[in-house]
Nanobody
Framework: EVELVESGGGSVQPGGSLRLACAAS????????MRWLRQAPGKGLEWVSS????????LYAESVKGRFTITRDSAKNMLFLQMNDLKPEDTAVYYC?????RGQGTQVTVSS
């Protein structure tokens, strides 16, 4: 059974940093295309970043490029999202995703 559990969210001031983590079970993160998605209040689901299976090529939405970094730890079977220089518009619930599956999400709030 595929299970994804996100953690690491919180409240930070603009310019701050957070590192999100996603613990996966039921499959190998390194053998899957993985994504981070987010949903801001009152808005739809938005793609943030992806990492491909195998080679681990990374892609980013223009809005986060240069500030966010997606990585994975094959030994721990985990996915991460390092978020730097956070902005109020980054406020959202963040989800890790594999195919049609995603976790319960973790809240990120950026506010002064």
């Amino acid at each position: 059974e595929v299970e994804l559990v996100e953690s690491g969210g919180g409240s930070v001031q603009p310019g701050g940093s957070l590192r999100l983590a996603c613990a996966a079970s039921g499959f190998a993160v390194s053998a899957s295309n993985m994504r981070w998605l987010r949903q801001a209040p009152g808005k739809g689901l938005e793609w943030v970043s992806s990492i491909t299976s195998g080679a681990g090529n990374t892609l980013y939405a223009e809005s986060v490029k240069g500030r966010f970094t997606i990585t994975r730890d094959s030994a721990k079977n985990m996915l991460f999202l390092q978020m730097n220089d956070l902005k109020p518009e980054d406020t959202a619930v963040y989800y890790c995703s594999r195919g049609d599956s995603r976790g319960q999400g973790t809240q990120v709030t950026v506010s002064s």
